[in-house]
């Protein structure tokens, strides 16, 4: 492992071993500005919402090429609670830890590019933007990227979201995602004294039932996930109050629509005397993409084959779905490979992380002649 690996690494270590769960990423949002101004990057702030930003230019008095800005970006936040313990074991050729490859990596290269652009005296020929944004993972609705392109909207001739373990992936279409949550109340009661009554747990688990019975369509392929249910009071309870969490996708925005459609009109009707049903729609990430053929798709795939690598053009749900729902020039890529995402198990490989990096590298430098 070559040295700059190596400090990348360590700097991904350091990162993942401040908890960040979604809603709660200052500690680590505070450690990554405390770097970008270790590293002497200019108009180092932090948003309202908790976005860090950072931008590198070009050489003092050398007039920039390109009029316009790039975007680099990654979530700072996990799916991990505070109270998950964020163990790291190395291995040869990989390092395991909760959330190091999602995204602890990811944040680690936005200081790396910094590395190596001035380690080969290459500074942009514009603008380099590099952020770290809250809010991507869970329910957090993508709320530091909207804040983002509340900011710069069409000024960025890109942006370039990254993830860590997509390394040989280009992200140009952008996945449609609702999030649901239902909640189902009752009067409750005692489980001996007021049987009989209706059970908010009894009625919520048979609309999950029916939910995860719906036909869901493999082309374009369509997703429902119960991820989550909470409620009662205790054993001896009728229980009043229980919710859970919906996850709906599909490749195609009118399947989306028409399957949440189901979901509410299947949600209501589970209502009745002593039960009500309450829908909210607490997420949605919205669909959009760049064709195939765009001049920074291509040039994604060129930097690919220039390191020697094969690249996949994908679809998927990252920060990358709010600038390409507007029409605006966006892809996500990853920096290295790994597996295990969102679990205690989660890995990275260290042997692709270098030509990631260098990829990541090529692309910026070429990507200021887009325009």
């Known amino acids: 492992m070559s040295e700059f690996t190596s400090r ?5 270590i350091a990162i993942q071993q401040i ?34 930003y950072a931008r590198l230019s070009p050489l003092l008095r050398q007039i920039p090429r390109a009029s316009y800005p790039i975007l680099v970006s990654a979530h700072l ?18 390092v395991r830890g909760p959330g190091i490859g999602d995204n602890a990596i990811s944040l680690a290269g936005l200081l790396g590019l910094v590395w190596l652009l001035r380690q080969r005296n290459t500074l942009p020929e514009g603008d380099l ?5 809250v809010c991507e993972e869970g329910l957090g609705d993508l709320r530091g990227m ?3 392109i509340e900011r710069f909207g069409e000024k960025p001739g890109a942006y370039i979201v990254l993830e860590g373990m997509a390394l040989g992936h280009i992200y140009h279409r952008a996945l449609g995602v609702r999030r649901y949550r239902i909640t189902v109340r009752t009067s409750g009661g005692h489980s001996w004294v007021d049987a009989g009554n209706p059970s908010a747990i009894h009625e919520l688990t048979r609309l999950a039932s029916r939910l995860t019975a719906l036909d869901l369509p493999k082309f374009p392929r369509s997703t429902l996930n119960v991820g989550k249910i909470s409620g009662g009071v205790s054993v001896n309870t009728i229980a009043p109050e229980a ?5 709906l996708r599909s ?53 690919y084959r220039a390191k020697g690598m094969t690249s996949k053009l994908n679809i ?35 042997e692709p992380l270098e030509k990631g990096m260098e990829a990541l590298a090529g692309l910026l430098s070429a990507g200021f002649t887009l325009g």
């Open 8 to 12: 990348i690494l360590e700097m991904a």
């Open 129 to 133: 933007w590099l952020v770290a944004d």
């Open 146 to 148: 909207k804040a983002i």
């Open 316 to 350: 998927g749900s990252t920060d990358a779905n709010i600038p390409l729902s507007r029409g605006l020039p966006a892809i996500t890529v990853g920096l290295t490979t790994g597996g295990g995402a969102h679990t205690l198990h989660e890995y990275i490989n260290l």
């Open 251 to 303: 490749e195609s925005a009118g399947t989306l629509l028409e399957t949440a459609r189901q979901v509410e009109e299947l949600a209501h009707g589970m209502e009745s005397n002593g039960v009500t049903v309450e829908v909210e729609m607490v997420g949605e990430r919205p669909a959009g993409e760049i064709p195939a053929s765009h001049p920074l798709v291509a040039l994604a795939q060129e930097c």
């Open 243 to 247: 919710a859970l969490e919906l996850d």
């Open 19 to 52: 908890p960040a769960p979604t809603f709660h990423e200052q500690r680590r949002a505070e450690f990554i500005r405390d770097r970008f101004l270790a590293e002497d990057l200019s108009n180092v702030e932090m948003d309202a919402v908790g976005n860090v």
């Open 77 to 94: 936040d996990t799916v991990f609670p505070e109270s998950v313990e964020l163990a790291v074991t190395r291995e040869a050729d990989r």
